[in-house]
């Protein structure tokens, strides 16, 4: 086995442990989120020049208040399941993002737009 094939096997490798995480990470959230009575939770996230993070989680009903341990790790989660769907967004001009959860029946909506610079160029020679 080549180095490179080694390399490929332990990134996918990498990348099934990582999404078998984020389920697990999911089904302890639901539960505990369930129990405070939250019904959905929105993650605004952004990022570029080779960072980013979590701007701000939306919880409804606005009436609870997560725990600063329990925000941290919704903020986790938000921003890990975002970037599974658009990994290296932060490169560059950056991308920013919402990821809405709706806790009654555990579905994901993320909408993401990717920011990138356009040059339209127009060279006139030998007129």
Do not use: C
């Amino acid at each position: 086995m080549t180095q490179a094939t080694d390399f490929y096997a332990q990134m996918l490798e990498a990348q099934k442990r990582a999404a078998e995480e984020r389920v697990e990470t999911r089904a302890a959230l639901l539960s505990e989120l369930r129990a405070l009575g939250v019904t959905s939770i929105e993650v605004q996230y952004e990022g570029y020049g080779d960072a980013g993070n979590v701007e701000d989680v939306v919880v409804t009903p606005d009436t609870i208040t997560l725990t600063e341990e329990l925000r941290r790790r919704v903020e986790d989660f938000g921003w890990d399941f975002a970037y599974a769907l658009s990994p290296g967004f932060e490169n560059n001009e950056g991308g920013y993002g919402e990821l809405t959860w709706s806790l009654e029946t555990d579905k994901i909506d993320v909408s993401h737009s990717n920011r990138y610079i356009e040059t339209d160029t127009t060279e006139h020679e030998g007129l």
